[in-house]
């Protein structure tokens, strides 16, 4: 049987500056391999779908636990697809209430350029909307980004390998298990290059991915 790593999370979790509080009890988003300690949510802020995320003023981090992958193998197992794609510039910025409190993403479209593991779920054309664990909300002093873990928004015109997880309900591909799930190719991605450098095993798995797939 193969080894599974969870991160443990606090029981509470401190978003923003203030935006959004938790107490201790969990959701499971099996889709996706993540789970969030969330329940009695307060929001102070409006929760509504934007098109477009508005300007950034700070970015925060929203803790979750969720599946830590030892290697490209693993994280192909464990995904119901690989798929080397460029990000474009379309993307959408949804916040949504649950029984369990609001939960955001942001849908971005990107072109396939090989697909290195389809799915039977649904099959993978030259064109996807993914769904990455990121979103804009509106804080006390402005915008903020709240990212889940230490994923990291893809950026325009470069591109990446993805390990994608099917929601049937949703209709989509998220980003399998946050930032595991997402490898940028050139080294021009600076958001992700920073991460990876304060994350060993991110750096580890990266380094797994691209040998495997860039053969």
Not at 45 to 55: E, H, N, Q, R
Not at 180 to 188: L, T, Y
């Given at each position: 049987?193969?080894?599974?790593?969870?991160?443990?999370?606090?029981?509470?979790?401190?978003?923003?500056?203030?935006?959004?509080?938790?107490?201790?009890?969990?959701?499971?988003?099996?889709?996706?391999?993540?789970?969030?300690?969330?329940?009695?949510?307060?929001?102070?802020?409006?929760?509504?779908?934007?098109?477009?995320?508005?300007?950034?003023?700070?970015?925060?981090?929203?803790?979750?636990?969720?599946?830590?992958?030892?290697?490209?193998?693993?994280?192909?197992?464990?995904?119901?697809?690989?798929?080397?794609?460029?990000?474009?510039?379309?993307?959408?910025?949804?916040?949504?209430?649950?029984?369990?409190?609001?939960?955001?993403?942001?849908?971005?479209?990107?072109?396939?350029?090989?697909?290195?593991?389809?799915?039977?779920?649904?099959?993978?054309?030259?064109?996807?909307?993914?769904?990455?664990?990121?979103?804009?909300?509106?804080?006390?002093?402005?915008?903020?980004?709240?990212?889940?873990?230490?994923?990291?928004?893809?950026?325009?015109?470069n591109e990446y390998?993805?390990?994608?997880?099917?929601?049937?309900?949703?209709?989509?591909?998220?980003?399998?298990?946050?930032?595991?799930?997402k490898f940028e190719?050139?080294g021009a991605d600076?958001?992700?290059?920073?991460?990876?450098?304060?994350?060993?095993?991110?750096?580890?798995?990266?380094?797994?991915?691209?040998?495997?797939?860039?053969?």
């Amino acid at each position: 049987m193969k080894k599974t790593m969870l991160w443990t999370t606090v029981a509470s979790l401190a978003i923003g500056i203030g935006i959004v509080s938790y107490s201790t009890s969990s959701s499971v988003d099996s889709q996706n391999n993540t789970t969030v300690l969330s329940k009695n949510v307060q929001s102070k802020v409006d929760l509504t779908a934007k098109k477009s995320a508005p300007s950034v003023v700070s970015t925060d981090k929203i803790e979750a636990n969720h599946i830590i992958f030892t290697n490209a193998d693993d994280a192909e197992s464990q995904s119901d697809a690989v798929v080397r794609v460029i990000a474009t510039g379309e993307s959408k910025n949804v916040i949504e209430n649950f029984d369990w409190g609001p939960s955001g993403r942001t849908e971005t479209k990107v072109n396939v350029v090989q697909v290195y593991k389809d799915s039977p779920k649904q099959e993978i054309g030259s064109e996807l909307v993914t769904f990455e664990p990121s979103y804009v909300t509106e804080g006390k002093e402005g915008p903020i980004r709240l990212n889940y873990e230490d994923y990291t928004l893809m950026q325009e015109g470069n591109e990446y390998i993805l390990f994608l997880k099917w929601n049937e309900k949703q209709g989509a591909y998220w980003v399998n298990s946050l930032e595991q799930g997402k490898f940028e190719i050139s080294g021009a991605d600076m958001a992700e290059k920073t991460m990876q450098a304060s994350n060993d095993q991110y750096s580890e798995l990266k380094k797994s991915v691209l040998e495997k797939y860039q053969q």
